[in-house]
Nanobody, 118 residues
Framework: QVQLVESGGGLVRPGDSLRLSCSVS???????????AAWWRQAPGKQRLLVATIGRGFITNYGDSAWGHFTISRDNDRKIVYLQMDNVKPEDTAVYYC?????????WGQGTQVTVQV
């Protein structure tokens, strides 16, 4: 059974940096390396939005809110996807989720809360 566990969230101040991790289990590192992974976020009362994706060739794409602000990366050997968040803003407050699509199946983690406030 594929499982994703996010960690690294918390309460931070505007301008701080934070690194989220998404640890994947239930598949080998070889399989993990073949598939795209992504970070999403969902603010209270709003829909879930794509933050960033990273493909098998480490090709990355970012949502509008993430450019120059967040960096997605992956460690295929350890089966971890990271989201480096720099210069965070109050509007970055949300639950952050990672997902991996393996074939037709999309797997989600339980999310990690990030709260940015003075």
């Amino acid at each position: 059974q594929v499982q994703l566990v996010e960690s690294g969230g918390g309460l931070v101040r505007p301008g701080d940096s934070l690194r989220l991790s998404c640890s994947v289990s239930g598949i080998t590192s070889s399989v993990f390396s073949l598939y795209d992974a992504a970070w999403w976020r969902q603010a209270p009362g709003k829909q879930r939005l794509l933050v960033a994706t990273i493909g098998r060739g480490f090709i990355t794409n970012y949502g509008d809110s993430a450019w120059g602000h967040f960096t997605i990366s992956r460690d295929n050997d350890r089966k971890i996807v990271y989201l480096q968040m720099d210069n965070v803003k109050p509007e970055d407050t949300a639950v952050y989720y990672c997902n991996v699509q393996i074939g037709r199946q999309i797997y989600w983690g339980q999310g990690t809360q990030v709260t940015v406030q003075v």
